[in-house]
């Protein structure tokens, strides 16, 4: 019998000093917050959705531009697609249908 992520509900630590926790993961939505925001947001939302520093996702950003140019290309199409917090992203706004 092979575990999967979803059914192993071995307790995990949630933080330092809170004891262990049983069940799976939960995380936010994957949104670009208002706050928090250098540029657009985008490495705000993915460090809040992944649970990691923004700083990291920043030095991961700068490293992929730096090392092979496609890092601006990602940031730009994560800014066309992950919402902001109303629900709606840049591409949703611009092919909805005017009434």
């Not at 540029?39 to 700068?62: E, K, S, Y």
């Amino acid at each position: 019998m092979t575990t999967t992520m979803s059914e192993n509900t071995e307790p995990r630590p949630a933080s330092p000093g809170t004891g262990p926790v049983t069940g799976p993961v939960t995380r936010p939505p994957l949104v670009r917050p208002r706050d928090g925001r250098m540029v657009a947001g985008v490495c705000a939302g993915l460090a809040a959705h992944f649970g990691i520093d923004v700083n990291r996702v920043r030095l991961g950003f700068a490293a992929v531009t730096i090392c092979w140019g496609v890092g601006a290309l990602i940031y730009l199409i994560a800014w066309a697609v992950i919402p902001e917090p109303d629900g709606k992203s840049i591409v949703q706004n611009l092919t909805r249908k005017p009434r």
